[in-house]
């Protein structure tokens, strides 16, 4: 009789976690390994956009080749993310000789470890593992986090600021009493309808700030369809038989055609699964669900279109800049700046927005930042006015500069900031900042 496994919570701050593959598997698995701060080392010859994009920001060390021996110098745990039996059993067995905990996806019953069914609320994080079945553990994740939701509430969840205690304690909630309406809530997904699309917006970046619909239909989901900018802890809770599509669109890097974006919605529909397309922001401010919702409509596939929270008004916030202000700004405008001013593919009429008096928010502008602030000057906007720019707004990464827009390109530059960030242009900038 195979022994229960023991439930432990590790530690990894700084300590070496070795990665072997770079496909949808390690997709899912490396956001919450770089959330607890390990030092990740991905072996492997190719990487999905999404991983490439952890790399080029420095969070991850890719090794561009196959596995060796000595890759597991001073790892604490491994995580085979790779479809081949007889490589992951050779990177599992050089673990074991080293004593090195090894998870495996493509063999429980072989792994020294496994990897739970997580669900995170705020300060609570709850890990189920099934027996070794990846969907029973799903579901009783599901059911503890409709729980947590329910008797925590957004605002229970975070720490006392008074004690330092939660407002509930997991344990409570894990238990008999907690556990009691698990049965009135695993069957909805059984019962869910099949060969439809969910257009979902993710949010800004922090995985808290999807909307409850948006959860519960990835929940829901046989086939994501995700964006770089979809917070890699949204991807760790999916159930194991989900496919992850990684759609995801590299700033002047490799991208998948929107054509075939496209047509994979259309396809994995009809044959009957529920796909969600799950996509940064909001699906319809500059996140081409337009052009999903139509293909998918010529094909007589029923679409679901689910708002999310935007980066353009959610990245200034936190930065603690209000894209309107009493007294400061009685409108603000959203511009796409992935097209220089003058490109004659521009659909912007930058003269007119240097007249405006409100604020400016401008996403995907950090390439043509330079050309963007000088078309504004040019045509009448003052270069002292305050600007300001936002880097990966909401997450444990965000960065933010202030400037003036005469010198908000140079100062990007030498602060060597990247995208996805936000720029605002307006007094609301120092509206509550001093």
């Not at 673990?95 to 609570?124: K, L, M, N, Y």
Request: charged share 20%.
């Amino acid at each position: 009789m195979t022994s229960n496994p023991y439930p432990l919570g590790l530690r990894l701050d700084g300590r070496r976690v070795v990665v072997v593959g770079g496909g949808a598997v390690a997709t899912r698995r490396v956001p919450a390994l770089l959330d607890a701060g390990a030092d990740v080392l991905l072996v492997a010859p190719e990487l999905t956009p999404a991983l490439r994009a952890q790399a080029d920001a420095g969070r991850l060390h890719w090794v561009p080749r196959r596995f060796a021996p000595e890759d597991l110098d001073g790892a604490w745990l491994v995580q085979v993310a790779i479809d081949d039996p007889i490589a992951a059993a050779s990177v599992s067995a050089l673990a074991a000789e080293r004593r090195i905990f090894c998870v495996r996806a493509d063999d429980r019953s072989a792994a020294t470890a496994w990897t739970p069914a997580v669900t995170r609320h705020g300060p609570v994080t709850v890990a189920v593992l099934g027996g070794g079945d990846p969907r029973r553990a799903m579901t009783v994740r599901d059911a503890i986090r409709d729980l947590l939701a329910v008797r925590l509430g957004p605002t229970q969840s975070r720490p006392d600021a008074a004690t330092g205690a939660s407002g509930a304690g997991a344990a409570g909630l894990a238990g008999a009493a907690g556990l009691a309406g698990v049965a009135g809530v695993v069957g909805v997904a059984g019962g869910r309808q099949a060969g439809r699309v969910a257009l979902v917006g993710a949010g800004p970046g922090d995985p808290e700030l999807i909307t409850v619909r948006g959860w519960r239909l990835l929940t829901e989901a046989d086939v994501v369809v995700a964006d770089r900018l979809v917070p890699g802890l949204l991807l760790d809770e999916l159930r194991s038989d989900v496919e992850l599509v990684d759609a995801s669109k590299i700033p002047y890097g490799p991208s998948r055609a929107q054509e075939e974006i496209n047509q994979i919605l259309v396809d994995r529909a009809l044959a009957g699964a529920f796909v969600v397309r799950l996509k940064g922001g909001d699906p319809y401010v500059f996140g081409r669900g337009g052009e999903e919702l139509l293909a998918c409509a010529a094909a007589g596939v029923p679409v679901t279109v689910v708002p999310g929270v935007t980066s353009s008004i959610a990245a200034p916030a936190a930065a603690g800049i209000p894209v309107t202000h009493r007294g400061v700004a009685h409108e603000f405008t959203v511009v796409s700046g992935h097209l220089a001013p003058d490109s004659p593919a521009s659909l912007v009429r930058w003269d007119a927005l240097a007249g405006l008096r409100g604020t400016l928010v401008i996403l995907m502008g950090l390439k043509n930042l330079a050309a963007i602030a000088a078309t504004l000057i040019a045509h009448g906007r003052s270069p002292q006015t305050p600007a300001a720019v936002v880097q990966e707004a909401t997450t444990g990464t965000q960065r933010v500069l202030r400037s003036t827009l005469g010198e908000v390109a140079a100062d990007v530059l030498a602060a060597d900031l990247r995208p996805p960030a936000v720029v605002v242009v307006g007094d609301v900038v120092d509206a509550l900042h001093g």
